[in-house]
Structures are given as structure tokens and as C-alpha cells.
């Protein structure tokens, strides 16, 4: 105990005050060569209250009397203390003192810089390694100084780092009076958006990063963009989470679906064109589409075509409709949309898993049917039919194969309220919170590549983070 105190007595050794600068050099108790230099003040002739610190003082004098506390405690004891030996303790030679011990295990690692009044820096020789007090980050120094500190820096660095040691080395402990030891914290800087990867949001191989899972969370809307006409009351958003050539992920596209002839779809090389609404391009599409339940995926526009059953996919290369299909049975214009209206009958979404369909039929009495569909072909390869009343929700979107709902399109305190597994064929309420920022959700997407859901909102375009956690 006695050796620690005096280690942490010798880590804060009061330095002595120096008049002119000057650099000393070296070997420290490892026979590592250390540089170490003092600058005198060039605003202070002296320290206000005499070269010292009271408050450094006091805690030293605290740690004084502690240690003499200490000291009397092991020679009362007959133990191996600093004194303990005089006393006449027996000390084993295999077992040396405490105070031997902690410096030959701390003794490589110790750096001690002399820093008069204020207005001195330590400095050592590159690849020492670093000190138990000590740190990579600068010491402190007083406004206006901190350019001749530099200068005095780069005067002693150009001194060679591996120079052959001077004659006198460094003592290991080296109390001096009149100043104090200036304390340094190590400082280590991280980039954010490791600090981000390693939070329970993001974090390589947590439940809630990459793979599938269960929908725990969704957070606050982001805004990207705002429409600038009635036409884009409400709307629909997208990026291809499966892009080909010469289209990115961060290739963007938008429609207003406000109007008997909606056929213009907007696209724009980056979220920042979208934000200032200036397009790269407008397509045309061939026939008009319905409502807001087109989604891109794989180079395709899927949507349905206005007054019809059917999907179509739309080629954004070739710019022409390469595949139309029927869905059987199901209602369009009007029959089964969601509780907001707007026709939508007929809803298409992606997930990790590919493409699917969002309706209701006459035999399932207004329920949701979820259908799997071929990208290609637009063939129908499974269908399941829930109990979720299409009708009774606001939207709904697909991650992981399972099918989520909102419950409500103007409620600024709206929920996630029912999931429908398609592994399982079972559906469960939820209570997740989903905010309707302007409270008229017309269109929510989810996007699986940026594991985002994208909204459309009384006008404007927002994305909603999302936490996945596995089952």
C-alpha cells in the first residue's frame, strides 16, 4: 500500500520553474531514451500564488498524512514498509517490498513531464509507449502561448529520436519543488458512425442489424423532400433496393397521384435533386396508373394500371411495359382501399424475400389476401388470406415475409397494430408507435436494402428507421 502511495507521490512530482527554455535527455529506469524540456512564460513573471496550486497542495498534503497514517500502521505491524526495514522488519529477498514491486511492473510504462507554472510541456521520444498518468492528447497551455510552445516542439523534436543517451540518466522519481506536474487524460477519436455501428441499432451481428426478424420499433420521420403543387397531395416514393444498370440504390423516383391521368414518373439521380425537385427525367408510362401502390424493384416500375385487376411492370431501361397480369378476383376502384381512400384497392410491395400484393377479394369479404409474385412473369406463386380487415387500416407493408399494418392515416399517434406471418399463416396485434408527422399518410413502403420504411404525407416525402429484432 505504502509503494502505491508513493507511486502516485512520484507520478505527481512538482517540476522546478525554469527561466529560459532547455532541453534534457536521457535514459529512464528501462533504459528507454526520454526528452524532456521546459519554455518559461512569456506573460507571467511569476505565479500568482508563488509557483503553486492550493487546491494540488492540499490534496498532496492530504496524501501525505494518509501515507504517514499508513506508514505508521506497517511499522506498528513490523511490516516491509519504506521504514518498516529500519524499524526492524525482516524483508524477504524473494518477496520484495510493495513500493519494488509496483515499480518494477509500472516502472516501464511511467513518463513524468516537467511543467513550470503553467507554461511548460512534456515531450518524449516517438513509439515509448504510453505513461500510467500519461496520454497521446496535448497538455493544456495558456491562451496566447500555445504558438511559441510549437515552435519550442518542433526546436526539440528536431533533435534525433534514437540519439545515443547523455550522460546523467533520468532518475526514476524526481520530486522538485516550487511547481506542480500537469495531469494529461488520453485521448482516443472515434469516427460516428463506429460509435453508430456499435450502438444496440446497428451493431455487425446484433438480432436487430442485418438478416430477418420480427419489427420491434419504428422511429421519428425524416423529411427529404416536399411537393410544390396540389398534384402531389398525396404521392408515392421509391429506390430500388435491387438496381440494375445504369440506375443506384441512390437513384430516386417519384409520382403524384392527384388526377384522372397520373402517367409521369419523376426520376432523379440523388435524394438532393428530389429535395430541390428537379428531375433527371420524366417517363411517360404507356397507360396511367392507379393510386399509390407502385413500387420499383430489379429495373421495373410496378403498378397498377388505372380501372383494372391488373399489375403491370414497367421496364425503366427500355421504357415500355413488359408484363401485365390479372389478379383474380380482386377489387379495384374502390371496392376494398384502405381507410383513406384514394382507390387503393390493390397495393404491391418488397421485402428481402421479392415482390408481393396487397388486396382483398369477394370471397375473403373484404379481409387482406397477400399474394407472392414472380418479378418476371407476375405469375402468382402463393397466396395467403388473412383475417385483417383491408378497410380497418390505414396501410400495410412487407419485411421479412411478414405483413404490418398502420392503424390509422391522420392520427398523429398512430400504431403499428397487426402482423400477419406468412411462415406460420397466424396473424397477432402489435402496439409499435408510428407518428403521422401531417397527418395524412397516403402511401408507407418498406425498403429493404436501407432497412427504412418510405412515407408519403399530406405532401411530403419522409422515411421512418426501423429496428428488427429475430423471433
Known sequence: MAGAWLLLWGALALGSRAETAFLRRGDDSTGRCTYSFTVASPVEAGCPDGGGVPELRAELAALAARLSRLESRERGAGGSGPRGAEAGGVRDPQHPAPAARLEAAYGPHQRVADVPC???????????????????????????WRGQAGAAVREAGSAPAHAAPGPTAAPRWDPQPLAYQELQSERTEVPASRLLEETALGRPGSEDSAGCGELVWVGEPVVFGRADSIAGKYGVWMKDPEPVPPFTRETTWRVDTVGTEVRQLFQYEAPEQLARGYPAKVHILPQPLESTGPVIYRGGLFFQPRRSRAVARYDLRGETVTAEREIPGAGFHGQYPYSWGGYTDIDLAVDETGLWVIYSTEKARGAIVLSKLDPETLEIQRTWETNIRKRGVANSFVICGTLYTVSSYSAPNATVN????TATSTSRALSIPFENRFRYLSMVDYNPAERQLFAWDSFNMVTYPVRLSRA
Open 418 to 421: 397487426f402482423a400477419y406471418d
Open 118 to 144: 503553467r507554461s511548460g510541456m512534456g515531450h518524449r521520444a516517438p513509439d515509448r509507449g504510453v505513461g500510467i498518468l500519461g496520454g497521446n492528447g496535448p497538455a493544456w497551455s495558456p491562451p496566447g
